[in-house]
């Protein structure tokens, strides 16, 4: 039987790269599944290709009022919601002199307000429906430990884990599931544009020797978003080819 059979799963950020490919891997196992993104176009185009099994909504991680109307339509045609991906994210690298506090407040709420409002929206609707649910949030390595030229998405990811810690216990009475997964270097579109010498510097210090791919992370997010994890809340769960070892 498909893993995640009648599930109705939202991933923020779902429009390409990782996101898109936690949302095929969702359907494969039988996911209904909502994608989220502010592209549309390509929002759009990958949930025609899904075909009945996937539906684009418009979502700007940091808008309070879309995220409730979003969250109020799903409910309103599938009953509810029973996993949330806070997939959503944005980095940029920069030295903490060309840093602007803009740039820094961006990320913050993309990264780390985002999901609050997603955890926060999500869970009165999963906990209302008396069925629980999963909450994953995609962190990254820079969640674990400090890297040079990456204060502000360092920053964001640290506090993440934080968010996904403290979420897991708030919400384990309703039966409600919170975990994090922390990528590590993952072939998405930022990677692509990595200058060569950057990307073998990278490369060498990874122990499997390549970078990993957006469907090896989708993989876990399967799992934790299946009955299988059903013992599983407030884990940090590593896909970074041992880089953190």
């Not at 176009?41 to 991680?61: F, I, Q, S």
């Not at 959503?88 to 803009?102: M, N, Q, S």
Request: glycine share 12%.
């Amino acid at each position: 039987m498909p893993r995640l059979k009648g599930k109705i799963c939202l991933i923020t950020g779902a429009a390409q790269g990782q996101g898109a490919a936690e949302a095929r891997r969702f359907v494969d196992e039988g996911a209904h599944v909502i994608v989220a993104d502010v592209q549309d176009e390509p929002g759009k185009a990958l949930a025609a290709e899904l075909g009945g099994t996937a539906e684009y909504h418009h979502l700007d991680v940091t808008d309070e009022s879309l995220w409730a109307s979003v969250i109020a339509d799903v409910t309103a045609s599938h009953g509810g919601v029973d996993v949330l991906v806070n997939n959503a994210g944005l980095f940029k690298a920069a030295t903490i002199p060309e840093l602007t506090v803009e740039a820094f407040q961006r990320m913050i709420l993309v990264n780390q307000i985002g999901p609050f409002i997603g955890i926060r929206t999500v869970s009165a609707v999963m906990t209302a429906s008396g069925r629980g649910g999963s909450i994953i949030n995609i962190s990254s390595t820079g969640g674990l430990s400090g890297q040079a030229k990456m204060t502000a998405y360092v920053a964001t990811k640290f506090a993440l884990r934080g968010i996904s810690r403290s979420a897991a216990i708030e919400l384990a009475p309703a039966g409600i599931r919170v975990n994090a997964i922390f990528p590590g270097s993952i072939e998405t579109p930022p990677l692509a544009h990595m200058r060569r010498a950057r990307r073998a510097a990278m490369l060498e210090a990874i122990p499997l020797g390549r970078m990993g791919q957006p469907t090896e992370v989708a993989e876990l997010a399967v799992f934790l978003a299946s009955d299988e994890s059903s013992y599983c809340t407030g884990g940090e769960y590593l896909v970074d080819g041992g880089l953190s070892a």
